[in-house]
């Protein structure tokens, strides 16, 4: 990866010495990752995500993707948190 490694030492302004411990990865060649992050089309979180929150009877969707942190753990959690309060008040 030296091109990504001097493409981002310009854009930081940084130097070679600054750089100690630089890594990247290509996820894609990961064997048990395959992958990096989802990508959306313009149209797709507006026309799909309003019924991936809603809940669906028992049935009910959490994931990072419709989350206030979209393409984090943190927006996994908080989703999971989310659709946890909702079953919990129908329950009681
Ligand atoms: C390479 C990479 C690096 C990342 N690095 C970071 C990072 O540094 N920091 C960060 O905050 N986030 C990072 N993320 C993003 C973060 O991992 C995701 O946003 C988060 O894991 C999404 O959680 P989730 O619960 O929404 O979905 P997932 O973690 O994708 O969980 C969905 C689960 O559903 C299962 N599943 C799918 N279909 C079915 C089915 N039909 N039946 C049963 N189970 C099914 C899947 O096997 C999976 O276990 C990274 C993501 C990738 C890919």
Avoid: C, K
């Amino acid at each position: 990866m030296p091109r990504l490694r001097a493409h981002l030492l310009a854009l930081l302004g940084l130097h070679e010495e600054d750089a100690d411990g630089f890594a990247a990865q290509a996820w894609h060649d990961e064997r048990h990752i395959g992958g990096g992050y989802p990508v959306f089309s313009p149209d797709q979180p507006t026309r799909h995500g309003p019924s991936l929150r809603a809940d669906h009877g028992r049935v009910h969707f959490a994931d990072a993707d419709r989350s206030t942190w979209p393409g984090t753990t943190e927006g996994a959690v908080r989703d999971g948190n989310r659709v946890a309060s909702e079953i919990l008040t129908r329950l009681r």
